[in-house]
């Protein structure tokens, strides 16, 4: 065999290695696939999302005063500096029988405009029931409109923790003219005259997220000031971690307590327990016990068998927080004695203003019969 073939075996086997060593490369456990959780991924949580719901009685949307009408399940918000700017915009719905027509799906969409001085305003809805620490993605489509050259200034936010962000739902003022600290906010739009999707994702704190609109459209010119700002299609949806699994840890040696294992038949049990409560997944991978090659060479050579070895994988993550994590990974029949097994234990959990991940490892098992 010549050496330009040695070489080209000896880098695939390097990169075996390096791929069963490094813990950052993790698919789905032996025999298993990872398609996270259909039952909530690509649900859209928000209530009247499209703002397709009507309140009956009126021309579609609720009345609030002095004269507004807001989508059913939203609420206004402002920032009200009255005398000085910003000021309160005029809340509508853009209907049929509306001059600011057509919406981007469907018969409805929200709107606020102003003639004059701008406005720094929008709608929120406080959505409740979730799982804490796992990403949810917010989009909406806007449409901005004034003067040319209007910079719109228009964008939506998440807010990790929950927040209602005004005192009430009548009169309401932005509570003390700044928005939740924790807020992810999406990019903001860059043309107006144009339906644009913006996109931002959070984790949640709790069991909440605030959905949150926000204009601060700004002329400057010689024209009379005047500020449309359309929004449309809402979707809030859980979605999963790239790969389905947990953001890596900063350290392996989180203060996990009581860590066992154990092979029972065909399954090897994980447990361990977490001092919060926090959600649950092992990464692993599998080490073939090494063999002498059969086949008689020129120089004998000491090898493992990395044709046989099983790619670094991740358990089916549990999003349930809880402080005692329990996981089966089944396949070890599949396995010989002197095979190992390397485990990374993995939780993720709030702390103040955002999620951690924190991670014990490396655990080996080691196949005994």
Partial sequence: MNNSRWRFIWMVLLLGCLLMANPGVASAPLGQEDDGNPQTEGVNLLRNGGFEEEDPGTHGFKWFPPNHFLALHWYRWWVNSWPAQPQIPEYDDMRPTSKR???????????????GPNYLAGVYQVVEELT?????EFSMYVNSQGNPGTVAHARIGLDPEGTQITLDHVHNDLIGGQMPPYTAWSEEQLNIYLWEQLVVTAEPLGSRLTAITYANPIYEGTLTPWYDTWWDAGVLRQVPFPDNRLPEPTSWNAPFANINTAINGDNLSVTWNTTFPASTQVWYGITPVYITPTHTMTHTIFLPLI??????????LDTTPTTYHAVNIAGMQ???????????LLSRRPTT??????????????ITE
Wanted: aromatic share 12%; charged share 10%.
């Fill in 307 to 316: 044709s046989n070895a099983t790619s670094l994988r991740a358990t089916p």
């Fill in 101 to 115: 027509w057509p919406p981007l799906e469907g018969n409805h969409a929200q709107v606020y405009f102003k003639w």
């Fill in 353 to 366: 203003g955002s999620c951690i991940t924190e991670g014990y490892g490396p655990v080996v098992v080691t």
């Fill in 334 to 344: 599949a396995l010989k004695p002197g095979d190992q097994i390397t485990l990374w």
């Fill in 132 to 136: 804490p620490c796992v990403p949810y």
